[in-house]
């Protein structure tokens, strides 16, 4: 069982910056990718970046070249650095962790004003 909990999820003006964190708990099993996605109000949820335990990347294209997405492996953290943020980027954003199943955070709100 892997628990996941983000954090620093807040409103923002439109162009501002939010980085968020995931603090995953010690596993017996290697955690292999890590990732964002994110659900906007009556929207499905939908894949922000993810990154492999080596480092290799993967981002929405709505988010490319805004976002960067990091992992620490020693710390079990992955974070989410969000840049130029926008109104449309306003949604609850969740962990995600591959070790043998797919765990998920509880979600963290960002908020982006005009």
């Known amino acids: 069982q892997v628990q996941l909990v983000e954090s620093g999820g807040g409103l923002v003006q439109a162009g501002g910056s939010l980085r968020l964190s995931c603090a995953a708990s010690?596993?017996?099993?290697?955690?292999?990718?890590m990732g964002w996605y994110r659900q906007a109000p009556g929207k499905q949820r939908e894949l922000v970046a993810t990154i492999t335990r080596t480092g290799s990347t993967n981002y929405a294209d709505s988010v490319k070249g805004r976002f960067t997405i990091s992992r620490d492996n020693a710390k079990n953290m992955v974070y989410l650095q969000m840049n130029s943020l926008k109104p449309e980027d306003t949604a609850v954003y969740y962990c995600?962790?591959?070790?043998?199943?797919?765990?998920w955070g509880q979600g963290t709100q960002v908020t982006v004003s005009s």
């Open positions: 995600q962790a591959s070790a043998v199943h797919v765990y």
């Open positions: 010690r596993n017996r099993f290697s955690i292999n990718a």
